[in-house]
């Protein structure tokens, strides 16, 4: 079985919230190992089978149904159980796969969920991929003199239409399709249609005349955005995905807008809405502003072992720790940083803040976190479905915890143009050290309440025992 985590919140992509690793076959419908799953022989049909499927997942995986007493000692107990349709559940099941959606309805956890085959596909590209844009991939700011106002091109998205048909940054709009514009608005109106639909733009570039044809097409919009503030570079990094406009997705968005704004001494990342993403994404992302051997971040992880039992092997639970480390010197470890974040901010992204205040004193501008420092793996089911389960508690290079608490700002701003001057002003300063914490008051964003199910905790470092690892990053 891979593993492979995700961090994401739960406000994002569709429900989810979670740092999250998968543990997948790359073809749903392959029959799984009799040593794994032992009792597949017995089940009668494919919805049985889900099920049994599933539960072994839990049993394997599922960080709290052993800690917490969550998961029942056979897989019978749940079949044939209709769901309660409560809201962690309600709306992602059908009734074909109901004693499923029963069974992961009765776990505390509310980002340990199930998402049966009609849905579990758009799920699946909403946490790895972003948006779908048709349009020309590019933008433009309105810009105003003394004498008359006109749209300048700001960004070219790479691999774009626009970049095909040989638009540059700092391009001049005169006119599209014949008609001189000087608005945004009108430029979005005219830049759109149909796939395959040819715009024609004319731009002035140096005071020469360029024509460009461009194909409208769809592409995948861009994760990460950079923009400048009284000449101080803001990288907002939107989300962590796999799939996005760079073909490296958010990870190599972000090692382009280092490139370019190589040589400034002070940089704000924007972490502003950031719901998370998966986690190899923004653990490069995090390595590339660090020093050799920084700690990113610490996993407990829970994952599938196997002992002897005489001379036959049975499969069970165990925790492992991995210390995720950078393994060289970061592009941009030599810049002063601010981080502004807000109540949205989650999981990767806690993770990146994180991995900066307790390596680096960056300080962060905004609001309190959203408080997640649990992962989720991901596994594409038996039949077409998808898991997504708790199986990690994340800790930072002090082996303490913002789960359920968030991170503190040093500066607490509400308003959001408030909070960029602040940031402006620390960027321009470029001397401000972190001297906030993490919250002290628990948020309650992680539990549910389910109908077999005993009282239990937030596991500690204590309870999970973990055994030491090492896994470098990059």
Known sequence: MKHFYLLISLAAALIFSACTQTTSSDDSNSQPSNEIFPRMDEVTDKYEAELYYNYVLLDYFYLYGHLRNELADDYKVYLGKESDNDNFSKGYCTSDYYDVCYMYGQLRDPFTQYFDPEVAPQVLASIFETHTIRGIGAEVEEITDSTSQYLRISDIYPGSPAEKAGLQIGDIIVQIDGLSISTTSNFDAMCTGNIGDVIKIVV????????????????NEPSVKLTYQDSIPVIQIKKFVVTSISDSGSYGEFLTALKKTEGAKSTIIDLRGNP??????????TAELLSKGDTITIDIEAHLDSVFEGRNIRYIQKMDTLTYTATADGLGKKRYYVFMADTASASCAELMLSALTTNRSTPV??????????GQIFDSTLYGGLALITALQGFDKNWESFHDLGIVPDYEIDDPEEQMAK?????????EKRTAGYGTKRLYHFSKTGTQVQEGKIPTLKDLKPRLRKAKFF
């Open 204 to 219: 002035d570039r140096n005071d020469e005349m360029v024509v460009a044809a461009v194909i409208v097409d769809e592409y």
């Open 276 to 285: 998370g993403g998966e986690t190899r994404q923004c653990n490069g992302i």
């Open 365 to 374: 501008v905004g609001q309190l976190t959203y408080g997640k420092q649990i």
């Open 423 to 431: 940031a402006i002003e620390l960027a321009k300063n470029a001397s």
